[in-house]
């Protein structure tokens, strides 16, 4: 079965840079696009896209509180997707997950069909 392995999450300071990976086995990878969202801590917080890139990586999406920020990227030969994160801000604090779809232009979790289990960025002041 498709599985999804976020890595690269920690603790930073505002204004600092982290980068995000994720891998993807039990599927052809290049089938799939692939897309970031993220989940803030607290009650009644929605997970809500952060970005994504397409099957040849040529093509992305940000939701726009991050554009020019953050940089999503994917490399097919080593089945992983990066999300890059520069500038980050402590409303960036969030899980983080990585997500796979069939079609390219939808930005709701429920056109994405495999998820990983997340990993964590948390941005201080």
């Known amino acids: 079965q498709v599985q999804l392995v976020e890595s690269g999450g920690g603790l930073v300071q505002a204004g600092d840079s982290l980068k995000l990976s994720c891998v993807l086995s039990?599927?052809?990878?290049?089938?799939?696009?692939m897309g970031w969202f993220r989940q803030a801590p607290g009650p009644g917080k929605a997970r809500e896209f952060v970005?994504?890139?397409?099957?040849?990586?040529?093509?992305?999406q940000y939701r726009d509180s991050v554009k020019g920020r953050f940089i999503v990227s994917r490399d097919n030969a080593k089945r992983m997707v990066y999300l890059e994160m520069k500038n980050l801000k402590p409303e960036d604090t969030a899980a983080y997950y990585c997500?796979?779809?069939?079609?390219?232009?939808?930005?709701?979790?429920?056109?994405?069909?495999?998820w990983g289990q997340g990993t964590h960025v948390f941005v201080s002041l």
């Open positions: 997500a796979a779809a069939r079609r390219w232009g939808y930005d709701q979790s429920r056109k994405f069909e495999y």
């Open positions: 970005a994504a890139v397409n099957w040849y990586g040529n093509k992305f």
């Open positions: 039990g599927s052809t990878f290049d089938d799939y696009v």
